[in-house]
């Protein structure tokens, strides 16, 4: 990893926009930067297509500097590429599969970023972190656990004790999204960054955060204003 900032985004959802801004209001440096993705950055938003694009090639770019996580919205599209099930289109796979049709030029481009898309990971550490989507079960191991838990509630993570989850992971803070809420959450061992980008139930208070996990801030694009605000998230301060 680079040694720079540690930063990490989660539930982009489209917001191909808002993901740039935001990667430009914070400074970030690819060749420095540690930068993660948690999942869900397709459906619901405009740019499905533009995200899974720029992320992959960022990837390809900086192999060692950038992680992208899969998402409980990658395993719904899984499993509509398979002919499991079309529940996928109603949870934004219709706006996704728009963006695919608008952006990719054929069918090989579309094939190779889908590929890619469909074999991200579910878990990623460093020394400091863990980094899921949704959550985990500590009484099992981190790297065996079931795809279950791409659908994790937020009731049934946070039903965990902070010890419980602490020493599961080392010691290490667990980083996520998955469930939107209005102000990152941090309880000591979880911090949850899904703000909500086009899923939030309050439409004007929808938003995506990139948050700089070294110095303690993060930034905000509102999706519907486009305007970027500034926040802090340690001391409990959000």
């Keep these: 990893m680079g040694e720079g900032r540690k930063l990490f985004i989660t539930d982009i959802h489209g917001e191909y926009q808002g993901l740039i801004e935001l990667l ?17 950055l397709i459906d619901r938003g405009p740019d499905s297509a533009l995200v899974i694009r720029y992320l992959r090639t960022l990837q390809r770019m900086h192999p060692d500097n950038v992680v992208v996580l899969t998402g409980n919205h990658e395993e719904m599209l899984r499993w509509y590429r398979q002919g499991q099930t079309k529940m ?5 796979g219709a706006e996704a599969l728009k963006s695919f049709e608008r952006t990719f030029e054929d069918d090989a481009e ?3 970023n889908l590929d890619w898309l469909l074999n991200l990971p579910m878990v990623a550490e460093d020394e400091e972190y863990v980094y899921v989507h949704a959550g985990f ?16 509630s937020e009731n049934e993570f946070y039903a965990y004790g902070v010890e419980d989850v602490l020493n599961a992971t080392g010691g290490k803070i667990v980083v996520h999204g998955h469930t939107p ?12 960054c899904d703000l909500g980008s086009h899923t939030y139930a309050i439409a004007e208070s929808r938003g995506l955060a990139l948050v700089d996990l070294t110095g303690g801030e993060y930034a905000v694009y509102n999706c519907g204003s486009r305007e970027i605000t500034r926040r802090t998230w340690r001391r409990g301060i959000s």
């Excluded at 809420?181 to 949850?192: K, M, S, T, V």
């Design 24 to 40: 430009r209001e914070m400074d970030y440096d690819a060749f420095t930067d540690q930068l993660v993705v948690g999942g869900d």
């Design 137 to 152: 079960m500590p009484d099992q191991p981190l790297y065996t656990q079931s795809r279950d838990i791409l659908w994790m």
């Design 181 to 192: 809420c209005e102000f990152i959450c941090f309880d000591g061992a979880r911090l949850n």
């Design 88 to 92: 996928w289109l109603i949870h934004g």
């Design 110 to 112: 579309s094939k190779e």
